[in-house]
């Protein structure tokens, strides 16, 4: 089984910056074979792509709405990958969530176009809220 969790969320004012966190565990889960994801929706919307990261860092990937303003760089020794938010916006406002590709050594969710269903483990989700 694999657990990811989120921390980090909060409440900051637009153009601000906050960073997120998703920690990996799990038995038979090795952290730095896995391509992970963010997602976030925003309240009354779908989940939706926000970034993704290679199993070994060299590739990343992001929505257009936060390149540029967000990064998604991971620590392969810590398990963690991370969700660095910069120059915030309003409409950035959204429950974050950190996913998994459960295909050691993948690469085919490193798209603009992942889904949702197309990530095998998912956080709880972490809360941000942007004010203007």
């Known amino acids: 089984q694999v657990q990811l969790v989120e921390s980090g969320g909060g409440l900051v004012q637009a153009g601000g910056s906050l960073r997120l966190s998703c920690a990996a565990s799990g038995r038979t889960f090795t952290f730095s074979r896995h391509a992970m994801g963010w997602f976030r929706r925003a309240p009354g919307k779908e989940r939706e792509f926000v970034a993704a990261i290679s199993w070994g860092g060299g590739s990343t990937v992001y929505a257009d709405s936060v390149k540029g303003r967000f990064t998604i760089p991971r620590d392969n020794a810590k398990n963690t990958v991370y969700l660095q938010m910069k120059r915030l916006k309003p409409e950035d406002t959204a429950d974050y969530y950190c996913?998994?590709?459960?295909?050691?050594?993948?690469?085919?969710?490193?798209?603009?176009?992942?889904?949702?269903?197309?990530?095998?483990?998912w956080g709880q989700g972490t809360q941000v809220t942007v004010s203007s």
């Open positions: 996913a998994a590709d459960a295909v050691a050594f993948g690469s085919s969710l490193l798209r603009k176009t992942s889904t949702v269903d197309e990530y095998d483990y």
